[in-house]
């Protein structure tokens, strides 16, 4: 275009009117309409290969976020069970007492066999320990002893 307009300045119309005739300056605006659509192709290659990039760092993230939301609800659920199960330990202490050995439940003291049968209905029969037995014979010898002493009968021992 500069030198259509030189030719024109300097010389006449036809020179200029002979280029401008050719198609020169249409072959030359064609070859920089096909530059820049290349240049914006290779734009838009390179913006997709961008957004795709972007777009599977999103999906990670969004992934490592959707992990820890449930590693969260994991911790926090394991929590309340913990929690829970120590208020149920603590519902479940019995109170016992130390004088005569019944137990507190549901609001009256009852012997201990009660409130096991009542709370997980166990069945019992009862018997004598070794230890308990010698102290029994020990206490019937000392008995014998005494009244043997003091000239009296002393009541018949059963055998244990």
């Keep these: 275009m500069s030198r259509t307009i030189d ?4 010389h006449s ?14 072959r030359t605006m064609n070859t920089i309409r096909d530059s820049v659509h290349e240049l914006e192709k290779h734009e838009l290659a390179e913006l997709a290969l961008h957004s795709a990039s972007v777009s599977r760092r999103a999906a990670f ?5 959707m992990i820890m939301l449930v590693s969260a609800c994991a911790v926090g659920g394991l929590g309340a069970w913990l929690l829970l199960r120590r208020v149920n330990e603590l519902e479940t202490m019995i109170t016992v007492c130390a004088w005569t050995r019944r137990v ?7 012997s201990f066999e009660e409130y ?3 709370r997980f ?3 019992f029969t009862h018997g004598i320990s070794e230890e308990a037995s010698r102290k029994l014979k020990m206490e019937a010898i000392e008995l014998v ?7 009296r009968p002393a009541p018949p021992v059963k055998p244990v």
């Design 7 to 10: 030719l024109r300045r300097d």
């Design 116 to 118: 096991l049968h009542s």
């Design 61 to 65: 993230f969004q992934s490592v976020s």
């Design 13 to 26: 119309v036809a020179p200029a009117l002979h280029i401008m005739d050719s198609g020169e300056g249409l």
């Design 104 to 110: 507190k439940f549901n609001g009256a003291w009852v």
């Design 121 to 123: 209905n166990l069945q």
């Design 145 to 151: 002893e005494t009244n043997a002493r003091k000239n």
